[in-house]
């Protein structure tokens, strides 16, 4: 019986060939779009050559700086290979503003790999329309951000940070910065006004305190963004607002009163426009958070400030300050009650005709 020829087993599975790095540089086809493709393979096979490939190809002569801009460009967009590679290779390599605008403009980035390339931009103009075009995209995508507070990590990511900054860093934020901060705030507000028929004011204080948003009249701006929702879910009034965000000045005035005494309402533009409702509501408020009930007479001062009826009580005292000096008083003091209110009455009627 004849025996068959039995062939030795061989490997099925070939090996790839992988170039190495400095392979992959000098093979990179001159087209820019087809050299990108190479990058892409090589790197999604050597994730952590990812930074070293991108510095290679600024620092090789005969590679158009476009094959950097690009691959970066497309790495931003790939789930294998992380962005930290990206921002590592720009710091440690010479890249023009430009360059890095562009990778910004079409890349696929977080708030916090987008804050650490603005970072490194020189030009304060051109970082500037960066941050811009950052907070306009914060402003669209709102509503992804799940809480508050993620959405302003969002903002300190870029390099916004409200009262933190330094008097001079703040000096040099300009009205557009501003603008776009006020637009993403009242969106938030009115999304979770949307959602929960009520918003947190306080967690937003470190960029508008509650004193500020109602001299801003902010109740209308989260109004309108409410509007372009167009959800049919909670239906909210401008009112809501303006009394969630009185509620927050109600906490700051009954903290001032631990300390003070007595309730000093701030003298803020817009707020003795607030309707009948909208002040009991404050009132009231005040006495909740101070944990007591308010007399007669403290419930008209507050009134009376809120109408901006404040005796200034420096200017009263320089005044007592002079008639003292000036010996009035103590020539009152000997007269009888009936001289002593003549004599006022005369002094009244002086200073009307002086003032009249």
Partial sequence: MRKKNIKPKTNIKSKKNIKSKSELIKQLPENT??????????????????????????KTKGIPDDVFRDASIEMSRDKIIPNEAIVKAVKESDVSDNMITGILNKGQFGTETTGQLISQINDEKVRHQNILRALSGIYCRCDWYPSDELLLKALRNIGINGKNLERNERKKQSTDVDLWLRKIISKKMAINYSRYRYSKVFVFSDYFSPEQMIEMDFSKDVINEYEKLKTDGNEIEESDVTNGILE??????????????????????????????????????????????????????INNQILGKVRNTKKDEIIFNEFLSSGIIDLMEGLSDEDRNGAIKAIKESLARSIF
């Fill in 33 to 58: 779009s087809k050299a990108v493709d190479e990058v892409i393979k090589y790197v999604n096979d050597h994730p952590d050559e990812a930074s070293g490939i991108l510095q290679t190809i600024l």
């Fill in 248 to 301: 927050a000045v109600a906490t700051n005035v009954a903290k001032n009163y631990q300390e003070t005494g007595r309730y000093i309402i701030p003298q803020i533009k817009n707020l003795n426009n607030i309707t009948e409702e909208e002040e009991k509501n404050f009132i009231h408020n005040i006495g909740l958070k101070s944990k007591r009930k308010l007399n007669e007479p403290e419930i008209n001062d």
